[in-house]
């Protein structure tokens, strides 16, 4: 018998193909009430709309180590590949 | 009759048309200047209407009202400090989600409100439609449908702004966060309540629970007490929710965002892909992107180097021909000479820089922004940037500095922290500019071929990188990352690129007028008073001694900091030829020239630099570039004579 297997992985953004999509599940950084480091561009990102829970989908991964462009919350959002290695991300295969 | 005054604001995120609003505001009646003591850019502007005197303040565009960006910090002191009439909220119908996190924060700050609801064409196209009744009942907030770019919904804009002033604008509502945030909101805001505030109290504990830098620093000036109560909160909040309490903050607001987002719109499948769609994807192609980049701005720089160039020569010509005239009024005597050499010259100089480069360099410049592809030029460029401690968004001035260094320091402003300004700005200073290019291919590319000309021009990359890379390292402070909105690819505003220009092109002059003028006097009182032959012999130690140069290129150096190009035209002049063969080996006009491409920023370039930098360093990278040329071209006159690969 063959069952539908729902596997959820937690990934860093920038392991999604171009077309694939996620969901957030956090950002991978010290960040919080008092901590500084880091601070900035966190907040940055969040302000953004990359908040816990939202659906992203990576548009376009650019070669080179390049940034990684991203739908979310119906627009278009380029983020540098460091950046985008602190995301994580449920993916449901 | 005196009319009454009103003060109106607008506020919104970037590339939502919110400058061209402005225009269709206040049309020519404008003011470009910065924010007192910030290196923002203050766009002012006033109209009448039905009785009114009305003062509009342009914000600049933000994403939110934290403390990531000096442009942030700006907009809200603004908005707390100035308390305006209205604020307009120019809010992008195709992103409206995005967009109301925005709306939303303005809410909390307890400003009267209303929305210009813009692009709904770009919108519909998109398949968006949104219940315009329904967005303003949910947030109690009058809204205007606008599509600025074709000048429609302005007056209605305008009419609904003053009759919610008159009616006594209510402030709007603010949104609720869940429960247990709320509780503690409460909580901090009672305890705000006994010390005296600027900011709305909800307003301050929400930003304290967000763990804003700045309203934490603020208070606890104020009373500690009251930040130790604050941390204990966000504590609380965080072992509810498992995630960082800023987190789950901002998360609820973008939530209450999310929520009327899709109670409002209405999302209709699209039958085929836009033009700007398929634009965006080739042009940030894998494969294609790049070379179109290449080609783009190629092009460019051809279209300005060749126009410019010419008008430049027709202009020169032009304004020389009056100097026959200025002999017979004056008689060739010294007086004659300040005034044509020191104060003329310096005007020439202007003009002829000035307007045949630097006009068509914006126009471009500023069509490539209104239009999107400098967003997709710095999606592209974003790896190339690193290298040298940058991100993307640095290859646009960086690009500008190839054209002038002036526009390009000015320009390092698009970056968002001051550290990485400073970094793009030190990095631009090196770029040979339009001038430095004429005497690179004038003389090293003339008389020892192109190859040695592309060798200079590899050498100042390898310095740009190898520099950025170490000032990143040296300057403290957190590390650079891209984040861009990548917006729709759109015909930019005609109107709106030429006032852009305009303001650019004023800016220009204010910075590099007074100077030119006043070091060209200096220099011409040194060549009369016969300083310059003494200054050249003070400084051959470093020319002639180090350098391997000939003692007279002590005072072309001199002259260069006025302008680059000045270091050819005077030396030619002192040499009595335009063959330097005769005067200089070849290895002599290589090291000249690697040195007149480093040196030191021109004057104008320097007080670009004090502009955005401060005194001290402005000081600091002009002293740093002495040393590094210094050092540069002594090694280089070294190893090219022994490896004798340029006749010495």
Known sequence: ?93 | MTEKKLKIALAGNANVGKSVIFNQLTGLHQHIGNWPGKTVEKAEGTLHFKGYTIDIIDLPGIYSLSTFSLEEIVSREYIVDEKPDLVINVVDASALERNLFFTLQLMELETPLIIALNQIDMAEKKGIKIDLKRLGEKLGVSVVPTIAIKGKGIYELLEKAVEVIEKGAAKPSAISYGEEIEERIRRLTEALGKIRLKYPARWTAIKLLEGDEQVKKEIYDLSPEILQVAENLAREIEEIHGHPCPTVVVSERYEVAGKIAREVQQILPRIKPQLGERLHEVTIHNILGYPIMILIFLGIFNVIFMLGGYMSEILNGLLYGYEPLFENLFGLNPLKEIIWGGIMEGVIANITIALPYIIPFYLILYVLEDSGYLARAAFLTDTLMHKMGLHGKAFIPLMLGYGCNVPACLGCRIMETERERLLAGFVVTLIPCAARTTVILGLVGSFLGLHWALTLYAINLIIVFLLGKLAFKVLPGEPTALIMEMPDYRLPHFKTVIKQTWFRLEEFLKISFPLIILSGLIIKFMEIFNLLEPISRFLSPVTVTWLGLPEITGVTLIFGILRKELTLVILATLLGTTNFQEALTPLQMFVFTLVVMLYVPCVATIAACIKEFGWKKAAIISLLEIILTISVGGLAYRILAILNLLEH
């Open chain 1, 1 to 93: 018998m063959l069952t539908l297997e729902v596997v959820e992985m937690e990934l860093p953004l920038t392991a999604l193909r171009e077309g694939e999509s996620g969901v957030i599940t956090s950002i991978r950084a010290s960040f919080g009430w008092g901590k500084g480091g880091g601070y900035g561009l966190q907040k940055r990102l969040m302000d953004m709309g990359l908040t816990p829970g939202t659906k992203i989908t990576v548009v376009k991964s650019a070669p080179f180590h390049g940034p990684i462009e991203i739908n979310v919350r119906g627009y278009r959002l380029a983020i540098g590949r460091g950046m985008a290695e602190k995301i994580l991300v449920e993916v449901q295969k």
